[in-house]
């Protein structure tokens, strides 16, 4: 059984395209659409801390949503993942992103919004989602729980599954498969990079891409 950091070591020298093409292969679920970099910020790979938002239905004060989450969180393999958020309003912002950075917390992805964002940026926290406002989530949106399974852009989320986010979005892997997708996608990037090589070295772009190149990787990953 591999540690927690050679798991987390092997998934950040990869990336989300791998990630997602192994998925494919495995015909598992995991790749999102839509959650990208809310400033330019550095990849982040971890495992899922999970938080459910919801509307506010009353006017009772309420401790502020994900702050909870936050402050239990006592390792620094953590990735927020942050469903239930609402087109035009926050659930993230600069006063959270302070705090979870001083939590060790590796960054956040939330299906939803941030505000703030300059001041997740100036501290180097990292932001992925869907968009920025800067409309606040204060008496709109309440946390309704966390460390259950989520719905985030389409996919299940679990506690604890692996997260890795780039330029190019999110993917999320589930935590009974990490070690198969790790090994096909280094499998997959290896190929990859000789499939590059031998465009730039003259082959055929159109012999170099056919499917049955593809094929081949399949191959490889039932043997």
């Given at each position: 059984m591999m540690s927690q950091s050679t798991i987390l070591d092997r998934l950040a020298a990869i990336d989300t395209n791998t990630v997602s093409d192994a998925l494919d292969f495995l015909r598992l679920p995991g790749a999102t659409f839509g959650l990208r970099p809310l400033w330019d910020c550095p990849k982040i790979v971890g495992r899922a801390s999970t938080v459910q938002l919801g509307p506010k239905t009353d006017a009772a004060p309420t401790v502020h949503l994900i702050s909870p989450v936050i402050a239990e969180i006592d390792s620094n393999d953590r990735?927020?993942?942050?469903?239930?958020?609402?087109?035009?309003?926050?659930?993230?912002?600069?006063?959270?992103?302070?705090?979870?950075?001083?939590?060790?917390?590796?960054?956040?992805?939330?299906?939803?919004?941030?505000?703030?964002?300059?001041?997740?940026?100036?501290?180097?926290?990292?932001?992925?989602?869907?968009?920025?406002?800067?409309i606040s989530a204060r008496n709109r949106v309440i946390q309704l729980s966390s460390g259950q399974a989520i719905q985030v852009a389409g996919v299940t989320v679990h506690e604890n599954d692996y997260v890795i986010a780039d330029n190019c979005g999110t993917v999320f892997v589930p935590a009974a498969h990490i070690e198969e997708v790790l090994d096909l996608a280094e499998r997959i990037a290896r190929r990859q990079d000789g499939m590059v090589q031998a465009v730039r070295s003259g082959r055929s772009v159109e012999e170099v891409m056919h499917d049955k190149e593809f094929e081949a990787i399949k191959v490889g990953a039932a043997q």
């Open positions: 990735v927020l993942v942050i469903a239930g958020g609402v087109d035009g309003i926050s659930c993230w912002g600069d006063i959270l992103a302070n705090a979870a950075q001083m939590k060790g917390i590796r960054g956040s992805v939330i299906d939803g919004m941030s505000r703030d964002i300059d001041g997740s940026a100036s501290i180097d926290y990292p932001v992925y989602g869907r968009g920025v406002t800067m």
